[in-house]
């Protein structure tokens, strides 16, 4: 049975950093892109998850959404089948609940349809 498990999330003030990490169980981690998507509160965001980050299963491509380059990175550590994201310069935007899923497309996939197993998300609170 595939098993993504979400840690690290909290509460910090702006400014602050977090590292969020994705421990994977029942695939063969090293074969499988991983992303972050984050959920935003709201009523209108209700069903709307948006891409954050994501790698692919070499490490050696990342990509990520316009709103966090620069301030967030991924990485991951095939040998601990464990996905990071590194969260710096966190804003009040960027509460959410994330999410990390794998996906087995070569390159990395930006809508969440494109991810066949997924977390069940870790909360992330940032107060201005």
């Given at each position: 049975q595939v098993q993504l498990v979400e840690s690290g999330g909290g509460?910090?003030?702006?400014?602050?950093?977090?590292?969020?990490?994705?421990?994977?169980?029942?695939?063969t981690f090293s074969s499988w892109s991983v992303a972050w998507f984050r959920q935003r509160p709201g009523p209108e965001r209700?069903?709307?998850?948006?891409?954050?980050?994501?790698?692919?299963?070499?490490?050696s491509d990342t990509a990520y959404a316009d709103s966090?380059?620069?301030?967030f990175t991924?990485?991951?550590?095939?040998?601990?089948?464990t996905v990071y994201l590194q969260m710096n310069s966190l804003k009040p935007e960027d509460t959410a609940?994330?999410?990390c899923a794998a996906g087995s497309r070569l390159v990395v996939a930006r809508l969440e349809g494109e991810y066949d197993y997924w977390g069940r998300g870790t909360r992330v609170t940032v107060s201005s």
């Open positions: 509460s910090v003030q702006a400014g602050g950093s977090l590292r969020l990490s994705c421990a994977a169980s029942g695939l209700e069903f709307e998850r948006e891409f954050v980050a994501g790698i692919r299963r070499s490490s966090v380059k620069g301030r991924i990485s991951r550590d095939n040998a601990r089948d609940l994330y999410y």
